[in-house]
Nanobody, 119 residues
Framework: QVRLVESGGGLVQAGGSLRLTCAAS????????MGWYRQAPGKQRELVAV???????NYADSVKGRFTIFRDNDKNTVYLQMNSLKTEDTGGYYC?????????????WGQGTQVTVSS
């Protein structure tokens, strides 16, 4: 059974930093591209960062240069380091395996972790 557990969110002032963590189980983690998705209030969930099984990364334009995704295959964990946070980064953050460059692989999402950036 797939289980994705996100943590590390919180309330931070604009310009601050947070590191999100996603622990995965029930999947062959090292073979999957992994991504972080963000759902802002009233908006659809969007992919903001992805890391392939070989370690290549790609980012949404809105976070490029500020966010860094990395993974630890020994711990079945993917991280998102978020720097220079902006109020528009506010939202729920979720991880999932990624197919076809942007589509979430698994239908069962974790509970997510809330990031709130104040001005």
């Amino acid at each position: 059974q797939v289980r994705l557990v996100e943590s590390g969110g919180g309330l931070v002032q604009a310009g601050g930093s947070l590191r999100l963590t996603c622990a995965a189980s029930g999947i062959i983690f090292r073979l999957n591209a992994m991504g972080w998705y963000r759902q802002a209030p009233g908006k659809q969930r969007e992919l903001v960062a992805v890391i392939t099984s070989s370690g290549s990364t790609n980012y949404a334009d809105s976070v490029k240069g500020r966010f860094t995704i990395f993974r630890d295959n020994d711990k079945n964990t993917v991280y998102l380091q978020m720097n220079s946070l902006k109020t528009e980064d506010t939202g729920g953050y979720y991880c999932n395996a990624v197919l076809g460059g942007s589509s979430p692989r698994y239908g069962s999402w974790g509970q997510g972790t809330q990031v709130t950036v104040s001005s």
